[in-house]
């Protein structure tokens, strides 16, 4: 999920303030129902693709040691794509909408588009594709796709950090520890952005600098404390909670949806890897 980038900024204001906290599930569904999607890019971020290629020693391949295929998880996935190329990549992918429009918006680009997703290695060949309808908070989608708390290898987190008011960010910190699998098997994929928003200017999307993604990550479920500047109040010399995770890399993608650059097609979105530290 990302804003939709034709509204204006004190439309978006009034629109979200009637959904709040827990609320934001209507919000976005309703963004869907209206078909008011101009945040599509209609295409994977680059940065992943090159993610999956590049630092394919770090994550892991898509089977694991038993010959499984391990499972990826896609939260706010839009319309799909970036499901569809982690399967193309040999992963049992599975994408999570809050919206039935969405889901059946996600399925209808698997029906008509999959010919974009080739299958990256013929003999891990396309792992399974799964949509499902749930909040990211709730565990009924968990039982509905079979899958236990901790079952994800890979989680890639790209524009739904950016999209969720920042008040439910350790709530978001605090889930991902819970749907993430062990180290070093698991592993979260965080496209931080936008980086370089003014972080006092109103969202979604949210203003998501790295170190915002450092004090969440590290302390879940945590209060963090934000000064009048917008940014987070980063204190280096403070230990990781027993549950945080850990940053494992940290670097600047070489390629990225335009959105993440500025002007002068200077990039300023990073990739981030988080592991549990069990």
């Keep these: 999920m990302t804003t939709p980038t034709n509204i204006d900024p004190k439309d978006l204001q009034a629109y979200w303030a009637k959904y709040q906290d827990d609320k934001y599930v209507e919000g976005w569904a309703s963004l869907w129902d209206n078909d008011t999607l101009p945040w599509d890019r209609g295409f994977p971020n680059p940065a992943l693709e090159d993610t999956l290629v590049q630092r394919a020693g ?15 998880l896609v939260p706010g996935c839009g319309r799909g794509v970036d499901v569809l190329l982690l399967a193309s990549f040999g992963y049992d992918a599975y994408g999570l909408e809050c919206s039935a429009t969405a889901v059946d918006a996600c399925k209808k680009e698997e029906k008509e588009n999959h010919s974009r997703y080739r299958v990256r290695d ?5 792992g399974k594709v799964t949509f499902v309808l749930g909040d990211f908070f709730d565990d009924t989608w968990l039982k509905d796709i079979r899958v236990p708390r901790n079952g994800f290898d890979v989680i890639y987190d790209y524009t739904f950090f ?16 819970e749907l993430l699998s062990p180290s070093p098997a698991g592993n979260l994929i965080c496209l931080e952005s936008p980086r370089h928003k003014n972080p006092l200017a109103p969202g979604p999307p949210f203003a998501s600098p790295s170190e915002a993604y450092m004090e969440h990550l590290s302390h879940p479920g945590e209060k963090i404390s934000y000064n009048d500047k917008g940014l987070v109040n980063a204190d280096p010399l403070r230990e990781p909670s027993e549950t945080g995770l850990e940053r494992v890399a940290h670097w600047q993608p070489e390629r990225t949806h335009a959105v993440g650059q500025d002007e002068n097609g200077v990039i300023h979105d990073r990739v981030s890897i988080w592991r549990r530290r069990d």
């Design 162 to 177: 950016c999209a969720l008011n920042p008040e439910l960010r350790p709530k978001w910190a605090l889930r991902h520890t």
């Design 58 to 72: 770090t994550i892991g391949g898509p089977i694991a040691q038993d010959g499984q295929r391990r499972k990826a």
């Design 122 to 126: 013929e003999k891990v060949g396309k």
